[in-house]
């Protein structure tokens, strides 16, 4: 007799990993960084888009004066670090549930986690080492107090 | 005093009204077939008769060879859940009026898990998990002066919904995420262990707790909300759920 093979059938007699599990962190972490990231992503889009001269506003000189600012670079760090790893566990979750064999799911995991790593490294080197006043830039181009330099 | 009679004859119409739907089954023999295929019947109906009537007439009446589950057929052994028009029912529980009966009804087995013959599937990964969060009262102390453990109303009804689990499995195979590996506990054991871990009487809650926390315990719930509209019996499955969730993270009940 055949029958259809059994794709999803548990794996013989549960193992129980030891040691420590993670699921439950990155179940709580999501909601928490989500409430969190409520805030500061509509904060961000309010002060970016619709306060002041609005979206008009955006230039070189914007950008550099905000993070020329103690309080946006604690923000912008926030919201970085938050929402990349709020999308990177939701998108391991998703692979979780969707591949196929264990060598696609070590595959896709281990790209997702490098390239949340290079980002997060990425962005976090600009917020800080960012220049407001590039040496040889134009003075209507960079932000006011570049001025005295 | 008089013998009440019956004043007036009842009306009883002439006929009947009786239709016909037609029913496409998704039929499988593992001795012939390689893959399942749907097939049609037409069958004349009444307006009382449920998908399960209409199973046993052709069963009775037309092929012999259907095969599907079906034990009390009055909604409380929970052997005939199956997928009719793509949603997960009990067959002796949904009345052909109930569906579109201008259209063809579609009766296919229950997903994600082993398909043995037509509507028959292979429920022990199932009922494996149900096993594996240990569906019995645990407690470690003897009963006051060896009489019942009295519990109070309130008590009783903290987990009152979850006691009406009829282990159909119409839940654990709507979820999506039981579909994709098989692994997860899936709600109808996670329903199970909720009757017990917010039973008074019990005191094994931790151990309950410990196993739904695993990597394929409650965690993977999405709130698809799949589960509390497939149930039979009206059980708030993701309610019940998202209350274990809590008690896990509290780490006591």
Redesign the interface.
């Known amino acids: 007799?055949?029958?259809?093979?059994?794709?999803?059938?548990?794996?013989p007699a549960?193992t129980?990993?030891r040691g420590i599990?993670g699921?439950?962190w990155?179940?709580?972490y999501m909601r928490a960084s989500g409430l969190v990231l409520v805030i500061l992503i509509f904060g961000h889009l309010f002060v970016n888009l619709v306060s002041g001269k609005g979206v008009n506003a955006i230039d070189f000189a914007f950008v550099a004066g905000k993070l020329a600012d103690p309080f946006w670079v604690v923000w912008d760090t926030l919201l970085l670090w938050l929402a990349l790893i709020h999308g990177s566990n939701g998108i391991r979750?998703l692979i979780n549930?969707?591949t196929?064999t264990p060598l696609t799911r070590r595959i896709l995991l281990i790209a997702v986690a490098t390239a949340t790593a290079v980002l997060l490294i990425l962005g976090t080197l600009v917020i800080y080492t960012f220049d407001p006043c590039p040496a040889g830039a134009a003075a209507n181009l960079v932000p006011s107090f570049c001025q005295g330099r | 005093m008089s013998t009440a009679t019956l004043d007036s004859k009842p009306t009883v119409p002439d006929e009947i009204p009786s239709f016909t739907a037609t029913i496409i089954v998704r039929r499988f023999d593992p001795d012939k077939d390689a893959e399942p295929y749907w097939q049609d019947f037409d069958v004349v109906m009444y307006g009382t008769d449920r998908v399960l009537d209409a199973l046993h007439k052709i069963k009775w009446e037309q092929d012999g060879s259907l095969s599907f589950r079906r034990s009390c057929a009055h909604g409380v052994c929970g052997s005939d859940a199956m997928r009719i028009n793509g949603r997960n029912r009990l067959a002796c529980k949904t009345l052909l009026k109930d569906l579109d009966i201008s259209k063809p009804i579609y009766i296919e087995a229950i997903k994600g898990l082993p398909l043995e013959k037509d509507l028959i599937v292979d429920m022990d990964p199932f009922f494996e998990s149900y096993k594996a969060i240990n569906p019995f009262l645990i407690s470690n102390t003897p009963s006051k002066d060896g009489k019942e453990r009295k519990q109070s109303p309130v008590e009783r009804a903290r987990f009152d919904d979850t006691t009406k689990c009829i282990l159909c499995a119409a839940c654990t195979s709507s979820c999506p995420v039981f579909w994709t590996d098989g692994q997860y506990f899936g709600p109808a054991a996670i329903v199970n262990a909720h009757r017990f871990i917010f039973d008074s009487r019990d005191e094994g809650a931790q151990v309950r707790l410990d196993i739904l926390n695993d990597k394929e315990g409650v965690w993977r719930c999405r709130t698809t909300f799949n589960c509390s509209e497939a149930c039979p019996r009206g059980i708030q499955v993701t309610q019940a759920i998202a209350e274990v969730k809590q008690a896990v993270m509290r780490g006591r009940a």
Do not use: F, L, Q
């Not at chain 1, 259809?4 to 794996?11: D, G, Q, T, V």
């Open positions: 007799m055949t029958t259809i093979e059994a794709p999803r059938s548990p794996k549960r129980r990993r599990n699921e439950k990155g179940w709580i979750t549930d969707y196929r």
